[in-house]
């Protein structure tokens, strides 16, 4: 601020030279991330470098993540992309700072992705770098998953450190279509949550379900996934009724619009 109160003209070459400056203690990207991401790579460290300043800023990460968003946060997530079908929708149910929602949409660009959030706080932040990353394959929602039985229905739910994993898949299987997949990075505890969960995937509409590892001779340490695929009736009897009870509410609401209209016309 000058000493009259105006702010001063920024300085163009200051201005460049602050945004081209490497970010404290966040490491350059590792070569495999050229492998990954492809010529959105800039985007990719754009994007890590607002999870090492505006997310930290905004209590959204830690900040002793920051020296290892690369390998624990941004490819760990994107590597999922090696299981997503072609031309696939995507919901990541609980993204928090875009995780692994965004480092996913960089590296599938043909996938749609929904990322899922119930926080005001981190959808203004998820809003805010969509627009800057120009990512026209996502899109922000702000909700519980819960809430989104009916409304929302996708071919894969994605969702890193939300819950365990037997209420993650109450509220994540019921938003797949048929045959619909749900992908939950789980680390060490995937194959004891599995086996605590069988009962409960059944009940929910899962047929098959698995541990698996992605990003195995790219990453130092892959990711492990649990992949549970759902069948005709993704999330069971209940939410089978909740669609149900979501459609018919949507077919009266505009059938009281064509009421209306059909009214109109016949004055
Ligand atoms: C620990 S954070 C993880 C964020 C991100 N997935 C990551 O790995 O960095 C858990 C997130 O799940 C969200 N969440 C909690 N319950 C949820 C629900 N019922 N539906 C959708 N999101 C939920 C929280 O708001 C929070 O952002």
């Given at each position: 601020m000058?000493?009259?109160?105006?702010?001063?003209?920024?300085?163009?070459?200051a201005?460049?030279?602050?945004?081209d400056?490497?970010?404290e203690?966040?490491?350059?990207?590792?070569?495999?991330?050229?492998e990954?991401?492809?010529?959105?790579l800039?985007?990719a460290?754009?994007?890590?470098?607002?999870?090492?300043?505006?997310?930290?800023q905004?209590g959204?990460?830690g900040?002793?993540?920051v020296?290892?968003?690369?390998?624990?946060?941004?490819?760990?997530?994107?590597?999922?992309?090696?299981?997503?079908?072609?031309?696939a929708?995507?919901?990541d149910?609980g993204?928090?700072?875009?995780?692994?929602?965004?480092?996913?949409?960089?590296a599938?660009?043909?996938?749609?992705?929904?990322?899922?959030?119930?926080?005001?706080?981190?959808?203004?932040?998820?809003?805010?770098?969509?627009?800057?990353?120009?990512?026209?394959?996502v899109?922000?929602?702000?909700?519980?998953?819960?809430?989104?039985?009916?409304?929302?229905?996708?071919?894969?739910?994605?969702?890193?450190?939300?819950?365990?994993?037997?209420?993650?898949?109450g509220?994540g299987?019921p938003?797949?279509?048929?045959?619909?997949?749900?992908?939950?990075?789980?680390?060490?505890?995937?194959?004891?949550?599995?086996?605590?969960?069988?009962?409960?995937?059944?009940?929910?509409?899962?047929?098959?379900?698995?541990?698996?590892?992605v990003?195995?001779?790219?990453?130092?340490?892959s990711?492990?996934?649990?992949?549970?695929?759902?069948?005709?009736?993704?999330?069971?009897?209940?939410?089978?009724?909740?669609?149900?009870?979501?459609?018919?509410?949507?077919?009266s609401?505009?059938?009281?619009?064509?009421?209306?209209?059909?009214?109109r016309?016949?004055?």
């Amino acid at each position: 601020m000058d000493r009259d109160g105006t702010a001063a003209e920024p300085d163009e070459a200051a201005v460049d030279a602050a945004e081209d400056a490497p970010v404290e203690g966040l490491a350059p990207a590792p070569a495999v991330a050229q492998e990954i991401f492809g010529d959105r790579l800039p985007i990719a460290e754009r994007y890590t470098e607002l999870l090492a300043t505006a997310a930290v800023q905004r209590g959204l990460i830690g900040p002793r993540e920051v020296p290892r968003l690369w390998d624990r946060h941004v490819l760990n997530c994107a590597v999922l992309a090696e299981l997503l079908p072609k031309e696939a929708s995507l919901c990541d149910v609980g993204s928090g700072a875009g995780l692994p929602g965004i480092p996913v949409a960089l590296a599938r660009p043909d996938v749609s992705v929904t990322l899922l959030e119930p926080l005001l706080r981190r959808t203004t932040f998820l809003e805010e770098v969509v627009r800057e990353l120009g990512l026209d394959n996502v899109t922000v929602l702000r909700g519980r998953a819960e809430e989104m039985v009916g409304k929302l229905a996708v071919d894969v739910v994605t969702a890193r450190a939300v819950a365990p994993l037997d209420r993650l898949a109450g509220w994540g299987m019921p938003l797949l279509r048929p045959y619909g997949q749900m992908l939950a990075l789980k680390g060490d505890t995937a194959e004891q949550e599995l086996a605590d969960s069988r009962s409960a995937l059944t009940r929910l509409g899962a047929v098959k379900w698995s541990v698996t590892s992605v990003g195995e001779g790219l990453l130092e340490t892959s990711t492990r996934v649990v992949r549970v695929e759902a069948g005709e009736s993704p999330g069971g009897v209940k939410a089978a009724a909740r669609r149900a009870k979501a459609a018919r509410a949507g077919r009266s609401g505009r059938e009281r619009e064509g009421g209306r209209g059909g009214a109109r016309r016949r004055r």
